[in-house]
């Protein structure tokens, strides 16, 4: 009895540890695509202050800031000032984002 009752025990631990495991697994596959947008988007920051020089098209999808306006430093869009909620060390942040 003693030994049915240890058997199916240690499955258990196995089949926990195992689920651990996995899932640091399927947690290491996500984060490797992740990584690659970043480096994608860090990539595209790096080009748009020198593609700045030729293009006008850039700064016009970039959206200067109007004096009634801020960017969001939570979700980055460009709000009107009535929409801010609070400002921190110099970030604005949007009532959405502060909601
Ligand atoms: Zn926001």
Do not use: W
């Amino acid at each position: 009895m003693a030994t049915d009752y240890d058997a199916p025990r240690k499955n258990e631990e196995d089949l926990s540890e195992d689920s651990i495991e996995e899932l640091k697994a399927r947690r290491a596959e996500k984060n490797s695509p992740s990584v690659d947008e970043d480096e994608a988007e860090a990539a595209e920051g790096f080009e748009l202050p020198g593609a700045d020089l030729s293009g006008e098209e850039l700064s016009v999808r970039v959206l200067p800031r109007q004096a009634d306006e801020f960017t969001c430093a939570k979700c980055f869009l460009v709000h009107h000032r009535s929409q801010l909620a609070y400002e921190d060390q110099g970030q604005l942040v949007c009532s959405e984002c502060a909601a």
